[in-house]
């Protein structure tokens, strides 16, 4: 994409309504900070949120997260957006080095970036799965995240938690009451009082339909591990969808994008871009909501989607030919 389109699509966005911009230190190493940072100099500053992520580049240093990285990338990303505060600062992963040497020197960094009025708020990333409680996670590496994320949560205090959501994941249950049993992370955000971002809300662009079953991903795409099977499933799981609101990738978007925003309508949905004319087909999906009837048949689908992956990830982790 060129660098003038993508800063017309931004501005479209937010001619459109878009408050939140969400970008990383790594991403196109500081190419894309610096295109926002080039939409921003074109509109009120007060107009918008921006959140960074930071963590996944740790330069020459040894480990991401130590004093002087930490601080740098934060200043480096100031630099690239032309901003001299960030309204979120998240943390990419929770690695802090052997026995957690970085975690205390990350801590007093990042209450030194929000004293100097360098970042206002700390995000920390969620468990890929929903549930939260040690107890209730399903096998020992979620029971392990899950107790991660709750001990980095105490020492962290985060104003956001980020998490992946999308049809394709189960969606949180129905609020039962105010205990703790079997919590997931959206109850758990809302009892600390701390905001939600959700991420991949089109699945890595799976939920758009735009991939047939032999579309092949280059080398380093984040999309090369989908498989032809997983395609093929979710090209026949949509169908439905296609025929009842139609076949075109807005069509499928904008539902996908309802599906996320009816089951968490207190979270900030991230939805990435190509073009211009994506920013407004996705807008213009949004003006209109579901009906109950609409919802409820778009919920079936993507339930009966959701278990025909299921079925594939048994039979690949049994090491069965799937075809």
Do not use: W
Request: proline share 5%; net charge negative; with cysteine.
């Amino acid at each position: 994409m060129a660098d003038d389109s993508a800063v017309d699509a931004l501005l479209s966005a937010h001619a459109l309504g878009a408050t939140v911009y969400d970008t990383s230190d790594t991403s196109g190493l500081g190419h894309s900070q610096r295109l926002l940072g080039r939409m921003l100099a074109q509109v009120p500053r007060e107009s918008v949120r921006i959140t960074c992520t930071v963590g996944a580049f740790k330069g020459t240093g040894l480990n991401a997260y130590s004093s002087l990285t930490l601080h740098g990338q934060v200043e480096q990303s100031l630099e690239n957006l032309g901003v001299n505060c960030l309204d979120v600062l998240t943390l990419h992963h929770t690695d802090f080095g052997p026995r957690d040497r970085y975690l205390e020197e990350a801590l007093e960094t990042l209450q030194a970036l929000r004293e100097m009025g360098s970042i206002k708020a700390i995000g920390l990333r969620g468990p890929n799965r929903l549930v939260v409680d040690p107890a209730t996670a399903r096998g020992v590496g979620d029971r392990e995240s899950a107790a991660r994320f709750a001990y980095l949560f105490q020492q962290l205090r985060p104003d956001v938690i980020c998490t992946p959501f999308n049809a394709l994941i189960p969606p949180p249950a129905p609020e039962t009451g105010d205990g703790e049993d079997d919590e997931d992370i959206f109850s758990f955000a809302r009892r600390h009082r701390v905001t939600t971002m959700l991420y991949k809300p089109l699945a890595q662009g799976l939920l758009t339909g735009a991939y047939a079953p032999g579309t092949v991903f280059g080398p380093g795409d984040v999309r090369s591990g989908i498989t032809a099977p997983v395609l093929e499933a979710v090209q026949q799981g949509l169908q439905p969808l296609r025929d009842r609101f139609g076949s075109a990738p807005r069509d499928l978007v904008r539902v996908a994008l309802r599906y996320c925003l009816k089951r968490c309508p207190d979270s900030i949905v991230l939805t990435g871009f190509t073009s211009s004319q994506q920013v407004t087909s996705n807008y213009e999906g949004l003006s209109s909501e579901l009906s109950d009837e609409d919802d409820d048949f778009a919920d079936s689908a993507y339930g009966a989607l959701r278990r025909a992956l299921e079925v594939l990830g048994r039979l690949r982790s049994r090491g069965a030919a799937v075809t």
